[in-house]
């Protein structure tokens, strides 16, 4: 018992001793991928003049501690202070959104390939020259605010646009707005993906032509070069699956590509085989190594005694010419930097473990590129390389232990050079079969956090399209470039390449319409993903630990139904942030609908298809009950063929100018109950009419704690019908037409008597809705007054603490994301 006293002394010793050890190169890694990542969970940057006072803290912390444990807080605070430099400077020229709206002239030059959708013409724009002020008058003095000149805008140019090409220098007076997306459950970050490409703007051309430059930079003209080679290329490939599949592999570029080929990859988990990432650049640096240290020594001894340094340097120039070719994407330029690392091992002869040559390579890489591991393919890239680090430990492990049967069979028998040749084969394809379901394996939480699904066939498949690619389909890709690049009459490579990439297209294919070849589940928490993938490296042999492989029970949380299921008589709306239009997620315990389903735009965008399809799954929906369309307009009802697309079962209600063989009519007096939850439509009636807006189909849901009413695009008279006919006091309610000056009238709104007030409209819409009085209509009659544009999605719960309210926004609000703030001035979750 008096030895008791002595565990803290002796744990503090323990801690003592461990802050003298010399700091290793993976904890330096770590540590700055710590602070990297804190910064990148901030909702706004930290002042400069904090970050410059903590860079200087940091500073002198590290001449302290010296090059020992305890200097691992100053590392992540010195990368923290970094990043943030590096952001500060890239937000420096975002566009304002107080001058959103205005024409500016600029002049520039078209820095990707055009992509042609209908109506219009989409291009990025890099700023060379700005020739007209955005903001007139002066620009100093009291009140001024300095000129903002953009570095590179995303442009729209609408029909009748010009041939416009790559590299082309343009004049054009433009129309910009600043960056700003759509928030939703399970939805694509718009607003990151901009800042990650650099996108400064967006907007459209007013007027504008092509000008013949006086002199092109060197990025112009090798832009140029590489969409010649694009058109020479596929020129020469008939199929426009084979030529897609050759241009992504030798040229980084995904020409012909559409949302079906991604759907298929995403299916089998083969998209990184069509991203010119690690896998190619090694294959090429790999290749030329191998030629150039045959070539090398064969020379004479003065150059052959240094054959591997050789090798090492020369072999990065045709991996850096490749990675130019493919445009300098981030995975390349990863891949390069991961290259660079080894050959400089190899020049210095040194014998890193390997775990620390990928330390330095996420040092290097987070040096170059901050922003990288906001990215789902820095994750993918770093994480399938520690993975194969493992495994290979794991294997070597066992070779140590004992030699597979069939390998010890053929050396003690003497076997023949073919039976030899045959065990080496088949232990080759076993120790590639391990690798490859210890990728499988520890890729699923990160699939499931960044794409919400995973793929049952991802196994099989990269089985045989992993060496099919890496030993064939890329390298005889580059070839058929380079010939084309040459102008080379090609009889038959190029034939046989479009041959072998249209049969392993359809392949692909196949495997990808197989029952459950991919499987979909809600985006799991944080905190479940980083169970599962340590369960997971923990369940690989690479340590001697006893009963490994029961760490894969780690993975169980991912399948597992969502715990935050609704109780009997509570109720969930998501009014979903879909720009101009109206889509509203409705669920209770066991059911779920849909009222409206977004709009399909003119440019092709479907609503239904990318936000409310991916939205419901978010949220946990795989079964649809029912669809309610209020109205035949396309910014309630353009999204509902995806819907249908993706849920069949959902019996479907509309209004009567919605024309659908599956619809039956929304009758005013019927009603339904779902888990203790009524369910009221209350217009249009027998006879009102003509359809159109005024015969919006009206629901109103009812709890115990709460009511909710769902209005369309119902006007003045149906508003009035309503105040004669139905009881509409409602504790929320989804303002009618946008917040539009032909409804919400004042006996409406006084009538209704909402608490909260809710309102679907596009950010800087054309119409400006809701309109100035229609917003002080709502707000003076008691209710608070929230606009997807500025909050996202909003969740509305109705529930025993009453009615909660969490706007997605505010709830996930990032440095980078747009400047803008709820009307109502709340944060992210309050109670009504």
Known sequence: MSRAPGWPAAAAELIAREARRPVRLWQVALAALAGNLLLHQLPQLPPSALSFSLSLAALGALAVAGLRTTCLPAIALLAFCGTAAVARNDLATRWPSAADGQDVALRGWIDDLPRREPGRT?????????????????????????????????????????????????????????????????????????????????????????????????????????????????????????????????????????????????????????????????????????????????????????????????????????????????????????????????????????????????????????????????????????????????????????????????????????????????????????????????????????????????????????????????????????????????????????????????????????????VALPVPPFSEVMLAGASVALALPWHPLPGRRLLLLGLVPLFLPDGDRLPGGELRVTVLDVGQGLAVAIETRSHRALYDAGPLSRSGFDAGAEIVGPALEALGTRHLDRVIVSHADADHAGGLGAVLLRHPEAALVAGPDVSHPAAEPCRAGDRWAWDFVSFSILHPGEGFGPPGNETSCVLRIDTAHGSVLLTGDIERRAEAELMRTGEIAADVVIVPHHGSRTSSTAGFVEKVASRLAIVSAGHNNRWGFPLPEVRERWEAAGARLLVTADSGAVDVRFGDEGITVSEARWRRRRYWHADSGPVSGAGAVSAL
């Open 122 to 518: 989409v291009f990025a724009l890099r700023v060379v020259e700005d020739d007209a002020d955005p903001n007139p008058g002066p620009a100093t003095g009291p009140g001024a605010e300095p000129k903002v000149v953009p570095r590179r805008v995303r442009l729209s140019w609408y029909d009748p646009a010009p041939a416009l090409a790559a590299g082309q220098t343009i004049e054009i007076v433009a129309r910009l707005r600043s960056p700003h997306g759509l928030v939703n459950p399970g939805g694509f970050d718009y607003e990151r993906w901009l800042y990650l490409e650099g996108f400064d703007a967006t907007g459209y051309v007013r007027e504008g032509q092509v000008v013949d430059a006086a002199r092109a930079s060197f990025a112009q003209r090798w832009l140029r070069f590489r969409a010649g080679l694009i058109e020479k290329l596929g020129a020469r490939i008939p199929d426009a699956d084979a030529r897609a599949l050759v241009i992504a592999l030798a040229l980084g570029e995904y020409v012909g590509f559409e949302d079906r080929h991604w759907t298929v990859m995403q299916a089998t988990g083969t998209s990184h085989l069509v991203s010119v990432s690690g896998l190619h650049v090694a294959i090429v640096a790999g290749l030329s190594f191998w030629i150039f240290l045959r070539l090398v020594l064969r020379l004479p001894y003065a150059f052959a005694r240094h054959a591997l340094v050789l090798a090492a340097g020369l072999s990065l120039i045709p991996a850096t010419a490749y990675a130019a070719l493919a445009g300098f994407a981030l995975p390349a330029q990863r891949s390069l930097v991961m290259l660079l690392v080894a050959g400089i091992l190899i020049v210095a002869r040194r014998r890193w473990p390997l775990s620390g040559a990928l330390s330095l390579a996420v040092l290097a890489v987070l040096a170059l590129d901050p922003a990288a591991s906001l990215t789902a393919s820095f994750w993918l890239s770093f994480i399938a390389v520690a993975l194969l680090l493992i495994a290979a430990l794991g294997s070597r492990g066992l070779a140590a232990g004992r030699a597979p049967a069939h390998c010890a069979a053929a050396k003690s028998s003497g076997a023949s050079v073919a039976g030899r040749t045959l065990a080496r084969a088949i232990a080759w394809l076993a120790e590639f079969g391990r690798v490859q379901w210890a990728l499988t394996l520890g890729l699923i939480p990160l699939g499931l956090w960044y794409f919400g699904q995973f793929s049952l066939a991802s196994y099989v498949v990269n089985m045989v399209a992993i060496p099919l690619f890496s030993v064939l389909v890329v390298p005889l890709s580059l070839l058929a470039a380079l010939v084309a690049a040459l102008g080379i009459h090609d009889p038959w490579l190029t034939p046989v390449t479009a041959e072998l990439a249209r049969l392993a297209w359809d392949g692909i294919e196949l495997a990808a319409a197989t029952p459950f070849a991919a």
